[in-house]
């Protein structure tokens, strides 16, 4: 059974930082092309950082310089470094693995930037 399951997020005051963690099970996390998306309130989902199994990345415009994706294939896991936070970041955050035509996601997890 595949899953992958996002944890990490929750309520920060704006200029903090959040690491998000995507953990993945019941395949071969290496081979697999990550990303990070979110869908804030009223939105479409939109990517923010992907990283390819050979270690490419890109981010959404708006992230970059403040977000960085990164994975540990030993522990099937993607992070999201996010630091800066605005309170635009506000979103639901999930994690995608692709491998061909084959899209796996996570269930999200909650980020909140708010004073």
């Known amino acids: 059974q595949v899953q992958f399951v996002e944890s990490g997020g929750g309520l920060v005051q704006p200029g903090g930082s959040l690491r998000l963690s995507c953990a993945a099970s019941?395949?071969?996390?290496?081979?697999?092309?990550m990303g990070w998306y979110r869908r804030a309130p009223g939105k479409e989902r939109e990517l923010v950082a992907g990283?390819?199994?050979?270690?490419?990345?890109n981010y959404a415009d708006s992230v970059k310089g403040r977000f960085i994706i990164s994975r540990d294939n030993a522990k099937k896991t993607v992070f999201l470094q996010m630091n800066s936070l605005k309170p635009e970041d506000t979103a639901v955050y999930y994690c995608k693995g692709a491998i061909g035509s084959t899209d796996y996601w996570g269930q999200g997890t909650q980020v909140t930037v708010s004073s």
């Open positions: 019941g395949i071969t996390f290496s081979i697999y092309d």
């Open positions: 990283l390819t199994r050979r270690g490419g990345t």
